[in-house]
């Protein structure tokens, strides 16, 4: 038993560590096949009891190595077969295809030593062997070559099953077969199942943090931050995640997951990524004693718009596999080097679409290809574009490391034809690279033993020192370059400047000063396990710290970085650095300061550890300084120099920053200004979001919250001093300044028919609001043009040329339409939405100052795109709404769209307000027509729905506490008798296959029973028989109908419709536009991840316009109809629910099998049909009675016909 517990624990670690290094092995499968080998060895040895410990572990060790070995003889075979395909093509065969990496799977051989090693984690080099083409092969051809492997894996795989089984029994042969059908079936995943996906476009969001060690002294809570983080940011996009961090032996830890729909993508990927990070850990404190520093996570989660996710395209990308190189560093008694492991990682949302090589814009996939040929890289990669930033970043980031810094300085100074380096006709130049770099390190070493390296003549001696010691072996370095002396000059020139200031940051800088495209970037680099760098350029990125507990969190959502940092007992805060620092809260540690990177320049910043002795960061400075100031190639000595402390608290904290807008790097003090290092405690900044351990339904809590929200919407537009009340002052302000001019310019005879007043935009569910909020302001203003737009149009037309060319489909441009006088008012709930964001920028530069935004918060990029800024004291611009709903992690629409509404409806009872006091020439120039008492009469209705109607819809108060009467629960009764409906098919499948089981397993089907009773015996010999098939007959009739016999039962016990179709129902939502397409809307999404079998459809229609043209053809048995009834004892809408109630008919009268559509209706209005309408919920009126319901003086229990008379 000792020795099955020892091999299973191999096993299982062979498992973890395969899976965690993202290997062709399917980690659940694989963990299942781990405990089944477990308990197979657990049965065979329960016999066994001789041996001691040590033998049983010596054997376990052994069966442990045939294990492995197994694997990799069977992973070197499939590679072979892979190889000898693509020799047997005759254009493919040739010497570089045959070569011994190819035959080693382009693994090196230390690998897979290690890869045999007992109890030890199966090295990331191994994962992934693959063979390397000459050429690209037909599309045939290919299909011929992928194919050789798996088949020859599963033909080695048979063999070995068979040989186990009729040879003799050995343990040998057994756990060879198993290891053969491990890599069988890995082979069919990865080379039959998968598929490459190429040219993705994504919508993602990067996540991440640091620690400083020296600083962690209350406990930094990495893995609950983290999932916290990644939830948050799931909210972009949450179908792939990944994680990646440096470990101190210079290695890189990285696990990307792709979950299943039901799946979370933070849980598992925090989960994932410390379980294999605890092997990883292992693995590397046995090759490695160094500490490190800060422990730094870099993260990204997306959401794939043009492919399926895949764990290849998945972020942080490695552009190469990892490599050893030689990097010298500067330290406190000078300079030395060593050999460390080089990898690069970059996580990036946004599209790269053009970089410029050799005085071309070339194409992200054309700088794939290159890259390729340049970097040596011989495995496939990803075919998204950011793995070509981490590409790019590879190549650029060259400090230290003199065989990177000739790669690049080669490509600079004899620019070769880029056609034929991607043909491969411009030769090797890897090795005489690689030998100049061999020479350039023995050169550097002597060099800098003897001499500083500070001053500029300092670099013009080291380069004539390279010149005369390369040029004196050209005859070796087999590149004519090294012969040509000038040329030669400037190469090594280049190279130096590449060695000494060719930093991760400046390669960024580079990178993002050529690129084309939006960028919101991260990226680390194992040569600078104490750094990384966050960039941002047409996509959000910010970054918050934490100085007493020494963390720094970074996104592109600012709501992860409110996430507890600590949430322990947290000591009394002091002053610690030059920022005030604000006391904590309820025993929860939380940054205290953010900075918003500059999304429209472009803003670079480098965060960096370097705690204790600084000569050596200094002298590595001068040293750059020095190369700067002799060739200014990499933008100056400024990049070099810029470094500052933020917080004295935290000394061995390091920032350079570089924005674009500044023309440069940012000093310490301008870094520092409270409007540009946001304090967290501002009033202006969202509250924290809500805390993803908490177990709550979501949906529910904001639900609940609704009347808490709308109290404070009130509560502001009650307040003269309310922000949004003083916005709403300037849009009043702005529209008679602009209805004065209008005017002027009609009397002159130059109004046009083109001018734009009031431009209301958005998409999806802030569009439908905003349309309705048009409509509203068109009626209130009649005189107005008032005009909604989805700003995926306006984007589509505002980025043409001078927006002449309309969509097709659309009039929208500038020949139909003038917004040059336009007030705008931009709507979206996250103050970040895409279209929108970019839409208000897009405006911004049409109308100027005349542009409103309308977000869930104050502290958004929307707010910030009109000038609002939340610093603490900032003041208030009067350019945005806010409708106090903040961040809602939930997809379905509730209390966002609801507090939306009801700020703009504050909106316009303001306007009506106002403009009931205005002069008579505003009222003519707007059409006003509303009196002061019909705008109290609208006041009123809108107060009784804010303090009464709201809460008892939901059923609690504005404090959060149920209410004793309400109308919620025949809301609820209604939803829970509909889902009796929905849950039908699952509870008849159930009901089924009890059935099923209890009479296959009893062997008493329900006929058969019967007709088992003793009575039978009376009947004749020859009448049994026959009364025996028959009830065969029936047995088999009612197993092949049982899912109908059930759901009749159910239906008959719950007292449903009997006749109504079986299957997924069908939901129709009948009323003005923006109802119905936000109740569709929340509707798709509460059943958005539900099973087949107990999911509804849900469609939308305007009741008193096209219901019955849209529907009545598809009406159908179990058909459910919900429709909003207007009131129709107000005169001005009995006609609207007279129209409504005719619809309704129309759809109850296609009837089949006497089974009409279901319906019900919700309005104040308690008259129903009972005829027509099954259900009807009357809500309570919380108003008095208008004039017109005295004059008519209709009951309530009757018909309408009187007042439609």
């Known amino acids: 038993m000792i020795e099955t517990l020892f091999f299973g624990g191999e096993l299982l670690l062979l498992a973890l560590s395969t899976t965690a290094h993202d290997s062709r092995f399917a980690g659940w499968w694989q963990c299942i096949l781990v405990f089944a080998i477990v308990l197979l060895n657990a049965i065979a040895d329960k016999d066994s009891a001789e041996g001691n410990i040590v033998e049983k572990f010596i054997s376990a060790l052994g069966k442990a190595f045939v294990l492995r070995f197994s694997i990799v003889a069977s992973l070197l075979f499939h590679e072979l077969a892979h190889l000898v395909a693509a020799a047997s093509m005759k254009n493919e065969l040739s010497q570089s295809l045959l070569s011994t990496r190819n035959f080693l799977g382009n693994v090196d051989v230390l690998s897979w030593v290690i890869a045999l090693v007992p109890f030890f984690p199966w090295p990331a080099s191994a994962c992934n062997p693959f063979v390397e083409l000459v050429r690209e092969p037909s599309k045939d051809s290919y299909r011929f070559i992928r194919l050789a492997g798996p088949i020859a894996s599963i033909s080695l795989a048979a063999f070995a099953a068979i040989s186990a089984i009729l040879g003799p029994n050995s343990s040998t042969a057994n756990l060879f077969a198993l290891g053969s059908w491990m890599v069988a079936g890995g082979a069919l995943a990865s080379d039959v199942f998968s598929h490459n996906i190429v040219d993705t476009k994504f919508y993602c969001g990067n996540f991440g943090m640091m620690v400083i060690c020296a600083l962690d002294r209350l406990g930094v809570q990495v893995p609950d931050i983290l999932r916290e983080m990644a939830g948050t940011t799931a909210a972009r996009g949450g179908q792939a995640g990944g994680l990646v961090t440096l470990l101190p032996d210079g290695s890189g830890h990285r696990t990307r997951y792709v979950p299943f729909k039901r799946a979370d993508v933070a849980d598992g990927l925090i989960d994932r990524f410390f379980t294999g990070l605890y092997f990883s850990k292992m693995s590397a404190a046995l090759f490695s004693s160094s500490t490190a520093h800060c422990r730094m996570f870099l993260g990204h989660t997306r959401f794939a718009t043009s492919s399926k996710p895949s764990t290849n395209e998945s972020h942080p990308h490695r552009f190469s596999y990892p490599r050893k190189v030689r990097m010298w560093r500067a330290g406190a008694n000078g300079w030395s080097s060593s050999v460390e492991r080089y990898e690069l990682y970059v996580t990036h949302n946004g599209d790269f679409d053009y970089w410029p090589l050799f005085g071309r814009m070339r194409t992200q996939g054309e700088i794939g290809l290159w890259l390729k040929k340049i970097l040596g890289a011989t495995h496939e990669i990803a075919g998204c574009d950011s793995v070509k930033v981490a590409g790019v970043m590879e190549l650029l980031r060259t400090q230290g490391v003199w065989e990177y810094s000739f790669r690049l300085a080669y490509q600079l100074v004899t620019t070769p034809s880029f056609e034929e380096t991607i043909a491969g006709k411009n030769g090797q130049i890897a090795g005489p690279i690689r030998a100049a770099a061999a020479i350039a390190d023995h050169v550097f070493g002597d060099f800098v033993k003897s001499s500083e390296l500070s001053e500029p003549e300092h670099v013009r001696a080291l380069a004539t020192k390279l010149v005369e010691a390369l040029y004196g072996a050209r005859a070796q370095l087999e590149l004519q370059i090294f012969s040509l002396q000038p040329v030669l000059e400037r190469l090594v020139l280049k190279a130096i400047a590449n060695f000494l200031e060719g930093d991760l940051y400046n390669a960024l800088v580079r990178f993002l000063g050529d690129a084309e495209g939006s960028f919101g970037i991260t990226a680390c680099c194992s040569l600078d396990q104490s750094l990384m760098c966050i960039a941002s350029r047409g996509q959000a990125m910010c970054v918050s710290f934490c100085p007493e507990a020494g963390a720094i969190l970074w996104g592109s959502e600012s709501a992860t970085q409110l996430v507890p940092v600590i949430t322990s007992k947290a000591p009394e805060r002091r002053q610690t650095s030059d920022v005030e620092q604000p006391r904590a809260k309820d025993s929860v540690l939380r940054c205290t300061h953010r900075h918003d990177l500059d999304e429209n320049g472009g803003e670079i910043i480098e965060v960096a550890i370097y705690p204790g002795d600084q000569n050596g960061r200094l002298r590595m400075e001068a040293a750059a300084r020095a190369s700067a100031r002799l060739c200014a190639d990499l933008g100056g000595e400024d990049r070099i120099t810029a470094r500052f402390q933020p917080f004295t608290a935290t000394e061995s904290l390091y920032l350079r920053v570089f924005r674009k807008v500044d023309g440069g790097m940012v000093p310490r003090d301008n870094f520092l200004k409270s409007d540009s290092l946001i304090s967290l405690e501002s009033d202006l900044v969202d509250p924290p979001p809500p805390r993803r351990g908490l177990k709550v339904d979501r949906v529910e809590a904001d639900l609940r919250d609704i009347p808490r929200v709308l109290e404070l919407v009130r509560a502001d537009w009650k307040s003269e001093n309310g922000r949004n009340r003083r916005t709403a002052a300037e849009f009043y302000r702005l529209l008679q300044e602009q209805l004065q001019e209008r005017a002027q310019e009609q009397d002159q005879g130059n109004g046009g028919r083109l001018e734009v007043d009031v431009l209301v935009t958005g998409v999806e569910a802030s569009l439908w609001i905003g349309e309705q909020f048009a409509s509203d302001l068109q009626t209130l203003f009649p005189s107005l043009r008032v005009l909604p737009i989805s700003s995926n149009k306006i984007i589509g037309v505002l980025s043409n040329h001078r927006g002449s060319a309309p969509m097709a489909g659309f009039a929208f441009s500038s020949l139909t339409l ?125 107060e009784s729905i804010i303090t009464e109607g709201a809460p008892s819809l939901v059923g609690y108060n504005s404090a959060g506490e149920p209410l004793a009467e309400s109308q919620a629960p025949k809301l609820r009764a209604q939803g829970r008798r509909w889902a009796l409906h929905i849950l039908e098919t699952p509870w008849a499948w159930i009901l089924s296959t009890m059935y099923i089981f209890g009479t296959i397993i009893g062997g008493s089907p329900l006929f058969s029973a019967i007709r088992r009773r003793g009575w039978i015996d009376s009947i004749e010999p020859s009448g049994q028989d026959a ?143 009972t005829k027509v309408i099954d259900s009807h919920i009357a809500l309570e009126r919380r108003r008095p009675k208008f004039f017109c319901e005295m004059l008519s003086d209709v009951k309530e229990d009757e018909p309408l016909s009187r007042n439609a008379n």
Not at 1094 to 1106: F, K, L, R, T
């Open 1027 to 1169: 009364l025996t098939y028959i009830c065969l007959i029936l047995d088999s009739i009612l197993y092949s109908f049982l899912p109908l016999f059930f759901s009749i039962i159910l239906r008959i016990i719950q007292g449903r419709p009997l006749t109504a179709r079986l299957g997924k129902r069908t939901i129709v939502i009948g009323d003005v536009p923006y109802v119905n397409q936000l109740i569709e809307s929340y509707v798709s999404k509460m059943f958005a991840e539900s099973y087949s079998i107990a999911s509804v459809e849900c469609h939308g229609a305007n009741a008193v316009d096209h219901l019955v043209h849209r529907f009545t053809h598809r009406v159908v048995r179990g058909l459910l109809i919900a429709v909003g009834r207007p009131d129709g004892r107000l005169f001005s809408l009995t006609k609207a629910e007279s129209w409504v109630l005719m619809s309704l008919q129309q759809c109850k009268s296609i009837v089949h099998l006497l089974s009409p559509p279901e319906i019900i209706t919700v309005g104040h209005n308690p008259y129903h049909n």
């Open 818 to 942: 003038s917004l040059k006088k336009a007030i705008v008012v931009s709507i979206s709930h996250s103050g970040q939405t895409f279209p929108t964001l970019h839409a208000t920028h897009a405006l911004r530069k049409v109308c100027g100052n005349r542009l409103f935004v309308l977000t869930g918060a104050i502290d958004s990029k929307m707010a910030s795109a009109v000038g609002q800024s939340c610093y603490p004291g900032a003041p208030w611009i009067g350019r945005v709404w806010y409708t106090f709903s903040g961040w809602r992690p939930s997809e379905a629409l509730t209390v966002s769209t609801v507090s939306c509404h009801q700020t703009l409806s504050e909106l316009l009872l303001f306007l009506a307000k106002k403009a009931s006091r205005a002069d008579d020439l505003f009222r003519l120039r707007t059409g006003f027509k509303l009196t002061a008492s019909d705008v109290s009469d609208f006041a009123r209705l809108n």
